[in-house]
């Protein structure tokens, strides 16, 4: 039993797991929802938006406001409310929760005691306007996260690039995101061919200093097999006619929804602004 499911193989096959269904959520983009119906540059435009929105605002009742219309738009774009939650929250909101951790005591935002404690011989204090200030980076973290999760998932990968070249992103930048997107996956694919050849030929039961020989020179042929393979896709795309850009065989066309949509986004965010924002 401990063969079959030992730590590093658990951690291995969670991690290539994990990162399929975060990179390749395709199957959410090609549902019939809301967001997936909006025309792309109408969302991207308006979901930078509310991410501006939610890096002025500093009241937390109207970021709080902000991060319930994610998922109301996660739910009516058929969403799963746990996917959708867990791709938010994990790693990065987490994260800056550690980070916003010393804003919490009065070295770092002196004001009104709420909690006071002692470790050792130095005495802490929790303040109310710290509690305050981290309380509102979180936030302002998730709403920010949330809706770039959203656009990424309900847009098809093809038509995120193309969007990003109408709003004239370099095309450098746009072609190696491509060319980054289209090889991960394969890269994983090699990785976990790697690890069930190495399991087959050498088993579990190993000692753990051949072990770090097989694991050090994997490392290097995956290395070098991964740039061999790199120059050799993109020199494939080249004698296809790449040159950098992306095409799309439907023309992009605004309908009445996305027009009703962005009346809604400016009508929401004159008011999250002059509500949310001191000045």
Known sequence: MFKNNNFIERSIKGALIFLKQAVFADEYALKKGFLQSLDPRIKAATFFLFILQALFIKNLFVLSCLYLLSLSLACFSRISPGFFIWRTWVFIPLFSLFIA??????????????VSFKVGALSLFITRQGIAGALLFVVR???SVSFTVL??????????????RIFKIPQIFVMTLGMCYRYVFLFVEIIENTYLAIKSRAGTNIHYKKGQRIVA?????????????NEEVYKAMLSRGYKGDTFMLDELKFKARDWFWLVFVLSISVIFLATGVKI
């Not at 098809?156 to 969007?163: D, I, K, P, T």
């Open 151 to 164: 656009l990424s998932i309900t847009t098809r990968h093809f038509e995120l690039l193309r969007v990003l």
């Open 101 to 114: 951790i010393p804003a919490l005591f009065s070295n770092f935002s002196p004001g009104e005691t709420m």
């Open 141 to 143: 973290v998730a709403v």
């Open 217 to 229: 020179w994997n490392i290097a042929y995956l290395w070098q097999r991964s740039y061999k393979l």
